[in-house]
């Protein structure tokens, strides 16, 4: 039977889905005070629900355009050299929707085997354009089913390094929820392309096909077709104050977090609505980890609207409105 016949289960192992509907985990934003999120805070996105299977029964197979087909257990998969990569993690909002800023997003240490190396040992053929990455969770989402989760990264990415199968999250093993015992981790892009219950890769020609690389996660383009989401546009987060809430009147720290897939160079801060910004500090890029930025502006009594706008390294700046990264604004009272 061939590989790639749909029929063919053995990829996966037997799985049972609980919950078995749409999953969803979330902190408000001013609790991301850490610049690392603690696992128990590590937003949480799984459409069908939490798939789970035995350990013993799952391998990650490596095949399509390999020269030599892998069947990997997590100790093999451990046997690679280690790497750690402190990175965020956004992501992308309503699948078929991109005009929706949902603004979930964390920041946490990720360790795992760099997929290059592990291609290397199987031998990628260097026809193959993209991995196809699919794994056992299965069911509805909104008004769409599938019997799999299947995305598709871009071979280049991978070999650009620190893409990576990830086993720990902050030095712990992968909870359930974040893709136990193995998940796709690749820094810079959207968390959809994350694949969490990695169970298999294989190297193609060609994109993947199923609802989530050609239905769902698919932007409108500028020459009429769709582009994949895969790179997460520049985007920032403020923190304190809360939304909502009430401040003394007086000097405060206006701060968040700051992320994309290209360095964020820029945050400017406006207090009036929109009319007129100031530019904000901001600390360096650690790896591909989100940034803080802070102001210290004066707040006068009265009803405050706060934005943050952040500019990556390219000169890219958020949009206003109707974006899935469309300016942070919160409203608070002071006095
Ligand atoms: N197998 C599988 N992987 C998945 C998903 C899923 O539903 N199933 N959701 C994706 C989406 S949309 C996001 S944003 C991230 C969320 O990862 P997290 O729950 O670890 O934060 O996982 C991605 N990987
Ligand atoms: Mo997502």
């Known amino acids: 039977m061939s590989i790639s016949d749909a029929s063919d289960e053995s990829w996966r192992p037997p799985t049972v889905m609980d919950p078995s509907t749409t ?10 005070t850490l610049a690392i999120t603690p696992n128990d805070d590590v937003f949480v996105l799984a459409h069908f629900g939490v798939p789970h299977f035995e350990v ?12 030599k087909p892998l069947a990997l257990t997590i100790d093999d998969i451990r046997r690679f050299p280690k790497i750690e990569i402190e990175s965020f993690i956004k ?15 964390s920041n946490a240490v990720w360790g795992g085997a760099d997929l290059r190396e592990v ?8 026809a193959a354009q993209y991995l196809w990455a699919s794994a056992p969770d299965h069911g509805t989402y909104a008004r769409w089913g599938a019997d799999h989760y299947r995305k598709d990264v871009p071979v280049t990415r991978v070999r650009e390094g620190s893409v ?9 093993p992968l909870p359930q929820t974040h893709g ?5 981790f ?14 298999r890769l294989e190297a193609s020609r060609e994109r993947a096909p199923g609802i989530f690389t050609n239905e769902l996660y698919n932007d409108p383009a500028p020459d009429g077709g769709t582009a994949p989401v895969w790179q997460a546009a520049p985007e920032a987060l403020i923190v304190a104050p809360a939304d909502h809430g009430r401040v003394e009147p007086g000097r405060h720290e206006i701060w968040g977090w700051c992320w994309g897939d290209h360095a964020i160079a820029i945050v400017e801060i406006s207090l009036d609505g929109g009319q007129s910004w100031q530019r904000a ?4 890029r650690r790896q591909m980890a989100w940034q803080r930025f802070s102001l210290l502006a004066d707040c006068a009594p009265g009803p405050l609207t706060i934005m943050a706008r952040a500019t990556d390294t390219r000169g890219v700046t958020q949009p206003s409105r109707d974006a899935r990264n469309a300016v942070h604004g919160i409203k608070v009272s002071v006095g």
């Open 186 to 199: 690749i820094p810079g892009f959207y968390g959809t392309n994350s694949v969490k219950w990695l169970c």
């Open 180 to 184: 136990f015992p193995v998940r796709l």
């Open 91 to 105: 992501c992308a909002g309503f699948p078929h929707d991109p005009t929706i800023a949902t603004r979930s997003v």
């Open 164 to 172: 990576l199968l990830a086993y720990e999250m902050n030095g712990a």
């Open 23 to 32: 999953f969803r985990h979330k902190v408000r934003a001013e609790e991301l």
């Open 281 to 284: 500090e901001v600390e360096p």
């Open 56 to 67: 013993k029964s799952w391998r990650l197979r490596i095949e399509g355009l390999v020269n």
């Open 119 to 126: 291609l290397d040992a199987a031998g990628l053929d260097p």
